[in-house]
């Protein structure tokens, strides 16, 4: 879950009986309606706006692509657009009964639909086109109407298989002579019949919906207008969510998200099958699934998030290919053998490198991860403080930590981690919806690493990642680089077990809500939330130009600040504002960014397209033209810095037991080596070590 902050907090309720012998959904609506009102940091005002906003938002999650529902049906939901408040607070589900039972209907006469539109050939010479924006798309007036929209996706569709076919045919020529490539016509039918089977697998696990998973969707719609971190997980979803965060996972290795129709890659897990293929990436769409021993895949698109998950994991040693739909726009077929995601590769890491007789470090902390069940047990701290130890015993000269994609964690492991590097002093500041204000201190005079410092981050870097590198910042204990700013989330979470109202009930499980209870402040008084931190040295990234942080995310909460805590800032370096110009200049005088900024440029213009041809040779054209343009950066991943990383002496002494991790350190310092942000992080470290030296030589002058 990505920036999810976990803080030993509860929230306080007064005693509340519900009926236990209610309808299930009606206990549910007063149950999560209750939470929300007494828990929640910014409760909303149940009115007529609110109605209007889940409206909107549930209709979308149920019919993004308004395929299902006709305009004669949104004339009758609209009855409910400025009534489900008064729903809500009577506690009934009028709205929800009355959108399922039509949903249903629609959905079992377009199962006809497609068949039929995929029983005759597709012309694609024929000059037309498909508008994907069906955010601007009116409901479709008519079947006939509705039908004619079926026709064109599903025309679009078969024309992207069509070409994939034809594409591999002429590969297949090429390479042999003898090979006769099959017809267009046989083509054409073999894309018809892989859309039918994608379409009938989607229907089949349509019919495997429960009304309770309908249900959840309209629940999910209400609870994220409060913010898009309070989440209701049915009991299926809890399961899994506490499966997340033990840190144990089987399939791929990679979170994903819901987004419209499409299933989006938000986080490739260190150590899993996509980790290790380097091809998966965030972002990234996946459209199709294929198991290794089906012939065809399985087209997601559209599908319940759970059912597509369901699709992708699967037993350790199995095989999965995914289509996907990269950021770039590009599409590709990348096979997973799936396995256990190794928990240590979530563990913080370490390397070292030296450049002119100074040797500095680099740890690499995928999370702020911390045991739930133990807290004597190992977390980010501990082991940071561990790999800051053994560096020192290298006479490491400057220290890099690297949050890039680092999505959060433990509260407390933050403060932990902060405290190695200041003396004793306020971390961050953390106020409930009552105002109440708390600051978190590091009550340790003991600093374990007192050198020059460089914290890297991205757009993903969140929550926790956030609090670290801002206090550093406000401290100017150290040097920020990465993007324009982090991702923004500065709220912080907890988990509420609803079943704690139903003792006495047989109504069964009824889940669980994750809350937002409470905001996080820097030391100088500023929030995180949209804003996130502004790096000192902003450097472009392929994220630059894509929406991707809260700020892009739906009903998030307002940026804001409060008192400043009371702190002094470090004195430790000299000629810190040059070190930064030097930085800035180095940045924008090189090559390799500026090429990174306009591919980031170019793969935000390919995500805003909608329109698309569904013309062959038109529609090929724009492919070979895409695949052109794309050429053009091709040299970035040829990138390569005069910088070799090795591992500290305790690992090397661990590789002649495990080859496997020799293997994984090799390829991450292989790609450290062509990092340009590590590289320039490196330079950083080096103009700061400098002035440590030199003020060092003043001291000893003056005594």
């Known amino acids: 879950m990505l920036g999810l902050l976990l803080a030993v907090a509860s929230c ?50 149920i019919d993004a692509r308004k395929r299902y529902f006709l305009k004669e049906d949104i004339e009758e939901f609209e009855q409910y657009e400025d009534q489900i408040d008064d729903q809500i607070n009577a506690h009934k589900i009028d709205f929800f009964n009355l959108t399922y039972n039509k949903l249903q209907q629609r959905l079992e006469e377009t199962k006809d639909y497609y068949p039929e539109i995929l029983a ?32 064109k996706q599903l025309k679009f569709t078969t024309l992207s298989t069509f070409y994939d076919l034809k594409s591999e045919e002429e590969a297949k020529a090429e390479e042999d002579e003898t090979y006769k490539p099959k017809s267009d016509a046989e083509l054409e039918k073999e894309a018809r019949e892989t859309t039918k089977s994608s379409l009938d697998e989607f229907y089949d696990l349509n019919e495997d919906l429960e009304r ?56 490739i897990i260190s150590g899993g099958p996509a980790w290790r293929s380097e091809e998966l990436e965030v972002g990234d769409l996946i459209q199709k699934v294929k198991q290794e021993d089906e012939k065809e895949p399985v087209n997601i698109i559209g599908m319940p998030i759970d059912d597509a998950v369901d699709l992708i ?27 256990i995601v190794e928990i240590e590769e979530t563990y913080a890491k370490s390397a070292m490198v030296n450049k002119n007789d100074r040797n500095y470090g680099l740890i690499n902390l995928p999370r702020f991860y911390f045991d ?6 190992r977390t980010a701290a501990s082991d940071i403080k561990k790999e800051i130890i053994e560096l020192k015993k290298e006479k490491m000269d400057g220290l890099v930590i690297d949050l890039r994609n680092n999505g959060g964690g433990s509260l407390a492991t933050v403060i932990d981690i902060a405290g190695l590097f200041i003396e004793e002093g306020p971390v961050v500041q953390v106020k409930s919806g009552t105002g109440e204000r708390e600051v978190l201190t590091d009550n340790d005079d003991d600093i374990l690493w007192d050198g020059p410092l460089v914290i890297l981050v991205n757009e993903l870097s969140a929550s926790a990642s956030e609090i670290l590198a801002a206090a550093m910042q406000d401290y100017k204990r150290a040097i920020i680089i990465g993007s324009k700013q982090t991702y923004g989330k500065g709220t912080v979470q907890n988990v509420i077990d609803l079943n704690r109202w139903m003792k006495n009930s047989d109504l069964g499980d009824m889940g669980a809500l994750k809350v937002t209870t409470q905001k996080f402040y820097r030391v100088n008084g500023g929030s995180t939330q949209l804003e996130g931190v502004k790096s000192d040295v902003v450097v472009p990234d392929r994220y630059s130009y894509i929406d991707i942080g809260e700020k892009d995310m739906e009903n998030p909460l307002p940026w804001d600040q409060i008192e400043p805590a009371d702190y002094e800032e470090w004195d430790g370096y000299i000629d810190f504002d040059k070190t930064l110009a030097k930085s800035k200049k180095r940045m924008a005088e090189s090559k390799q960014l500026q090429l990174i900024d306009e591919s980031a440029k170019w793969i935000s213009e390919q995500r805003n397209e909608d329109v698309y041809p569904l013309n062959y040779t038109t529609y090929a054209q724009q492919i070979k033209e895409n695949e052109e343009l794309a050429k053009r950066f091709d040299s970035i991943t040829d990138y390569k810095t005069d910088l070799s990383f ?58």
Do not use: C
Request: charged residues 35%; without cysteine; glycine residues 4%.
């Open 12 to 61: 306080s309720f007064t005693t509340k009986e519900f009926d236990a012998n209610s309808d299930k959904d009606e206990v549910l609506i007063e149950l999560i309606s209750y939470v929300l009102s007494k828990g929640h940091y910014d409760p909303k005002n149940i009115n007529d706006e609110f109605s209007g906003n889940v409206y909107k938002s549930y209709l979308t999650g």
């Open 120 to 151: 005759k050939p597709f012309n694609f010479n024929d000059e037309e086109e498909i508008d994907t924006d069906y955010d601007k798309i009116d409901y479709a007036s008519s079947k006939a109407e509705l039908k004619e929209r079926w026709r």
């Open 212 to 267: 309770k998973d309908w249900f959840s969707i309209y629940v999910n719609s209400i609870v994220e207008e409060f913010d898009p971190h309070t989440f209701y997980f049915a009991p299926r979803d809890k399961e899994r969510f506490d499966i997340q965060m033990s840190g144990s996972l089987e399939g791929i290795g990679a979170r994903l998200q819901k987004k419209m129709d499409n299933i989006k890659v938000v986080e």
């Open 313 to 339: 994991k699967g037993p350790k040693g199995t095989k999965v290919t995914l289509t996907v739909k990269k950021v770039d726009g590009t599409v590709e077929d990348i096979t997973l053998e799936r396995d």
């Open 372 to 377: 739930m069940e133990d807290a004597k047990n």
């Open 646 to 703: 090795v591992s500290l002496p305790y690992e090397q002494e661990m590789f002649k037991q495990d080859t496997t991790l020799q293997e994984k350190r090799t390829r991450w310092h292989e790609n450290l080596s062509k990092d340009v942000y590590v590289e320039e992080a490196v330079n950083v470290l080096e103009d700061l070590s400098e002035g440590v030296e030199r003020k060092s030589k003043l001291a000893n002058i003056k005594n």
